[in-house]
């Protein structure tokens, strides 16, 4: 159940995002941002939710090509309207790293070849920003407007993305005569996707030309065809990308329909050509092995070297399994052979960057931190390039110029300059005024030993003005995925700095079933839900609830998502651990879970398959699930959930809340009739963190 993961790898690719508001924002509406701390505020000196939303958000950054300036864009948001502006800022490296802002309401900046202007998104349209007086000029007219564009390198082609209506799903629409008829009509799976019902219309891919400042009427490349380009359920425009030449476009897409969509993770590069109208897929043509068997997971994020012969993209080998490794791969279009170059690198690649023709850099999750690597692609040699305690979760390279999005459990999203040592040194200050009036916890990064003599890294998250004197409540983190990294991650939702803040200390352990340590680690897990991890889990509890400074007699343990499950299951087999528990979004039932899910490849490979199968794995996996071991509850448990979730869905949180209260176990349920599988506006977020820190001051102080 990995959390979304929007990641823009190309200069020439944007991604258009949206603010979280339930209405389309007018152009002329104007919300009033206030990022400034009151008197009290500065006073106490530690982080609140409130101080959270004050924060400015950075998102996406590139180089000009002339390499002198920087754009990035930075959300704000007001809690009073509920919603947020984008704005577009430039870094000007040439002119002592001065920083300007260009213009409002913009977003997802993507630059000119002559470094004079850039395109960004507004209003689902397209518009040109000129980088030196900001003024705005609309480039496309797109009838529905548009989710995504990438302009070609000289600038005269692009191809933007929008919703074709392609198959009938509505009553109205297969019975006219009943046009007041509300009813969705289906023949096969899936029927519907995360967040939203299939309603027949799925994202295609346009070409058009730019003329006389505007954009043509674009090519639908896709016709008439039954899935979606960029993939589902994110729709990353990045899976999307310009050859140098501008002739060629390589996309991921998934041609799978129906059931066989909903059960396995088999998605293609494939490359269409703009003079010709055709289209090949690069892993069926190429003539290495002749092993298909290398390419039935997921094949995604293309990438042309300069000189346009080769494609990098990632690959993973096992259909099913969304957490297979991220293999390297290079397509030659000379001889279409194919070259793995992280088969000896025992971690994921991302962000594909080409230097000349015959490196690439990349970043590694590795041991709970994102790193930039480097690998030669004819001896295959990975260097890693930076080190520290640090994710980097997007960079940009021109010439020798990296610009790199960093975060830490200590700080939110900024950009740092990378030279070639792999040296970081920080140019946006983003948030300084509120850093400089807080103070931060310290983090402990300890090495615990689990039952089975494994050494599992586990990050210790202290309030700020620690007392090591004093004793302090003590919760567990529970992390989501499974497969997702306890990383050096700021989140705006479960924030490690923010609970502490209240005066907890957080315990984070890089349990079996995360990335960063190998796939063996990262393996583990499926199939074993009930098993190695939960003692993972246990064993950094138990490590450092023996501390002086932890209270072992006020114990929590929250999750989300995965972790919502663990909170479920160990609510059930703690041993009287724990003295609260708090659920979001968790699997609580795998029976119905099965039932209600929508991407069963996911439950099909982490379960052992359906319900109904005889596997051993199987049979253990619905064993054991947490809804087995509600006669055990007997600890206050608060669960959340979002009833436009489909990918966990509310039902599951539903069951869990009646089963406490049949139980007569003190429960209290959230259910957000407008966020799905996360809580992302802020008056709802607000309203949850208010929830989730009254629950444990009630029980833990």
Same mark, same amino acid.
């Given at each position: 159940?990995?959390?979304?993961?929007?990641?823009?790898?190309?200069?020439?690719?944007?991604?258009?995002?949206?603010?979280?508001?339930?209405?389309?924002?007018?152009?002329?509406?104007?919300?009033?941002?206030?990022?400034?701390?009151?008197?009290?505020?500065?006073?106490?000196?530690?982080?609140?939710?409130?101080?959270?939303?004050?924060?400015?958000?950075?998102?996406?950054?590139?180089?000009?090509?002339?390499?002198?300036?920087?754009?990035?864009?930075?959300?704000?948001?007001?809690?009073?309207?509920?919603?947020?502006?984008?704005?577009?800022?430039?870094?000007?490296?040439?002119?002592?790293?001065?920083?300007?802002?260009?213009?409002?309401?913009?977003?997802?900046?993507?630059?000119?070849?002559?470094?004079?202007?850039?395109?960004?998104?507004?209003?689902?349209?397209?518009?040109?920003?000129?980088?030196?007086?900001?003024?705005?000029?609309?480039?496309?007219?797109?009838?529905?407007?548009?989710?995504?564009?990438?302009?070609?390198?000289?600038?005269?082609?692009?191809?933007?993305?929008?919703?074709?209506?392609?198959?009938?799903?509505?009553?109205? @629409?297969? %019975? /006219?005569?009943?046009?007041?008829?509300?009813? &969705? $009509?289906?023949?096969?799976? *899936?029927? +519907?996707?995360? =967040?939203?019902?299939?309603?027949?219309?799925?994202?295609?891919?346009?070409?058009?030309?730019?003329?006389?400042?505007?954009?043509?009427?674009?090519?639908?490349?896709?016709?008439?065809?039954?899935?979606?380009?960029?993939?589902?359920?994110?729709?990353?425009?990045?899976?999307?990308?310009?050859?140098?030449?501008?002739?060629?476009?390589?996309?991921?897409?998934?041609?799978?329909?129906?059931?066989?969509?909903?059960?396995?993770?088999?998605?293609?590069?494939?490359?269409?050509?703009?003079?010709?109208?055709?289209?090949?897929?690069?892993?069926?043509?190429?003539?290495?092995?002749?092993?298909?068997?290398?390419?039935?997971?997921? @094949?995604? %994020? /293309?990438?042309?070297?300069?000189?346009?012969? &080769? $494609?990098?993209?990632?690959? *993973?080998? +096992?259909?099913? =399994?969304?957490?297979?490794?991220?293999?390297?791969?290079?397509?030659?279009?000379?001889?279409?052979?194919?070259?793995?170059?992280?088969?000896?690198?025992?971690?994921?690649?991302?962000?594909?960057?080409?230097?000349?023709?015959?490196?690439?850099?990349?970043?590694?999750?590795?041991?709970?931190?994102?790193?930039?690597?480097?690998?030669?692609?004819?001896?295959?040699?990975?260097?890693?390039?930076?080190?520290?305690?640090?994710?980097?979760?997007?960079?940009?390279?021109?010439?020798?110029?990296?610009?790199?999005?960093?975060?830490?459990?200590?700080?939110?999203?900024?950009?740092?300059?990378?030279?070639?040592?792999?040296?970081?040194?920080?140019?946006?200050?983003?948030?300084?005024?509120?850093?400089?009036?807080?103070?931060?916890?310290?983090?402990?990064?300890?090495?615990?030993?689990?039952?089975?003599?494994?050494?599992?890294?586990?990050?210790?998250?202290?309030?700020?003005?620690?007392?090591?004197?004093?004793?302090?409540?003590?919760?567990?983190?529970?992390?989501?995925?499974?497969?997702?990294?306890?990383?050096?991650?700021?989140?705006?939702?479960?924030?490690?700095?923010?609970?502490?803040?209240?005066?907890?200390?957080?315990?984070?352990?890089?349990?079996?079933?995360?990335?960063?340590?190998?796939?063996?680690?990262?393996?583990?897990?499926?199939?074993?839900?009930?098993?190695?991890?939960?003692?993972?889990?246990?064993?950094?509890?138990?490590?450092?609830?023996?501390?002086?400074?932890?209270?072992?007699?006020?114990?929590?343990?929250?999750?989300?998502?995965?972790?919502?499950?663990?909170?479920?299951?160990?609510?059930?087999?703690?041993?009287?651990?724990?003295?609260?528990?708090?659920?979001?979004?968790?699997?609580?039932?795998?029976?119905?879970?099965?039932?209600?899910?929508?991407?069963?490849?996911?439950?099909?490979?982490?379960?052992?398959?359906?319900?109904?199968?005889?596997?051993?794995?199987?049979?253990?996996?619905?064993?054991?699930?947490?809804?087995?071991?509600?006669?055990?509850?007997?600890?206050?448990?608060?669960?959340?959930?979002?009833?436009?979730?489909?990918?966990?869905?509310?039902?599951?949180?539903?069951?869990?809340?009646?089963?406490?209260?049949?139980?007569?176990?003190?429960?209290?349920?959230?259910?957000?009739?407008?966020?799905?599988?996360?809580?992302?506006?802020?008056?709802?977020?607000?309203?949850?963190?208010?929830?989730?820190?009254?629950?444990?001051?009630?029980?833990?102080?």
């Amino acid at each position: 159940m990995k959390q979304i993961k929007l990641i823009v790898m190309l200069m020439s690719v944007v991604v258009i995002t949206a603010c979280c508001s339930d209405e389309k924002k007018s152009t002329d509406e104007k919300i009033v941002i206030n990022n400034e701390l009151t008197n009290d505020e500065i006073a106490a000196g530690i982080l609140t939710p409130e101080i959270m939303w004050k924060m400015g958000r950075a998102g996406e950054s590139a180089i000009s090509p002339d390499g002198k300036k920087i754009a990035y864009t930075v959300t704000n948001y007001s809690v009073e309207a509920n919603k947020g502006v984008t704005s577009l800022w430039l870094i000007l490296l040439d002119n002592e790293n001065k920083t300007v802002k260009l213009a409002d309401d913009v977003s997802s900046p993507v630059w000119s070849k002559n470094s004079d202007k850039l395109y960004v998104a507004k209003d689902e349209q397209i518009f040109t920003v000129d980088a030196a007086t900001g003024a705005l000029s609309q480039l496309s007219f797109i009838d529905g407007g548009v989710e995504g564009f990438g302009i070609a390198p000289d600038g005269d082609m692009l191809f933007y993305v929008k919703k074709v209506a392609v198959e009938k799903r509505n009553s109205a @629409d297969i %019975y /006219p005569d009943m046009d007041k008829s509300k009813v &969705k $009509i289906y023949d096969d799976l *899936m029927v +519907r996707h995360w =967040n939203y019902w299939d309603e027949g219309k799925f994202s295609h891919i346009f070409v058009a030309k730019i003329s006389d400042g505007k954009v043509e009427n674009g090519k639908d490349i896709m016709q008439d065809e039954p899935w979606d380009a960029p993939t589902a359920p994110y729709f990353d425009v990045a899976e999307i990308t310009w050859n140098n030449g501008g002739t060629q476009l390589a996309y991921t897409c998934k041609k799978q329909t129906g059931t066989q969509y909903a059960i396995s993770t088999q998605s293609d590069i494939f490359v269409y050509d703009v003079e010709s109208g055709t289209t090949k897929n690069i892993c069926e043509t190429y003539n290495a092995d002749k092993n298909l068997n290398d390419f039935q997971g997921y @094949d995604m %994020y /293309p990438v042309f070297s300069p000189d346009d012969k &080769k $494609i990098a993209f990632l690959s *993973m080998r +096992r259909a099913g =399994n969304e957490s297979d490794k991220e293999r390297l791969f290079v397509w030659n279009s000379n001889d279409y052979s194919m070259n793995e170059l992280t088969s000896e690198f025992d971690y994921n690649a991302s962000n594909l960057v080409w230097e000349g023709n015959d490196t690439i850099y990349f970043i590694a999750p590795m041991q709970a931190t994102r790193q930039i690597c480097r690998v030669d692609c004819n001896n295959r040699n990975v260097e890693v390039i930076t080190k520290g305690d640090h994710d980097i979760n997007h960079f940009t390279k021109i010439n020798d110029i990296i610009i790199a999005e960093i975060t830490k459990q200590t700080m939110a999203t900024e950009l740092f300059t990378v030279n070639k040592n792999g040296e970081t040194a920080q140019i946006s200050f983003v948030n300084k005024n509120i850093y400089d009036k807080i103070q931060m916890g310290a983090i402990e990064k300890r090495w615990i030993q689990t039952t089975d003599g494994k050494q599992m890294l586990t990050w210790i998250i202290f309030p700020p003005k620690f007392d090591a004197t004093k004793k302090y409540p003590t919760l567990l983190y529970c992390e989501g995925g499974p497969q997702s990294v306890v990383s050096q991650f700021w989140s705006f939702r479960w924030n490690f700095q923010l609970m502490a803040a209240q005066g907890y200390i957080v315990v984070a352990p890089n349990r079996r079933g995360v990335p960063s340590f190998g796939q063996e680690w990262l393996d583990q897990i499926s199939g074993d839900y009930s098993g190695q991890n939960i003692r993972d889990y246990l064993s950094a509890i138990d490590n450092v609830s023996k501390e002086t400074w932890s209270d072992e007699t006020r114990l929590g343990c929250v999750g989300a998502s995965y972790g919502g499950y663990s909170v479920f299951f160990l609510a059930g087999n703690h041993n009287k651990r724990f003295k609260a528990f708090i659920s979001h979004c968790g699997i609580f039932n795998f029976e119905s879970m099965y039932g209600h899910t929508e991407e069963l490849w996911f439950v099909n490979n982490d379960y052992g398959g359906s319900y109904w199968d005889e596997n051993a794995v199987a049979k253990r996996s619905y064993a054991n699930s947490p809804h087995k071991f509600v006669k055990n509850w007997d600890t206050p448990i608060l669960i959340i959930t979002g009833l436009n979730d489909f990918r966990i869905p509310y039902t599951q949180s539903l069951e869990a809340f009646t089963a406490a209260r049949l139980r007569g176990v003190d429960a209290r349920l959230l259910a957000f009739e407008n966020e799905a599988h996360q809580v992302f506006k802020p008056q709802n977020n607000l309203v949850w963190n208010r929830e989730f820190f009254g629950w444990l001051d009630k029980y833990l102080k």
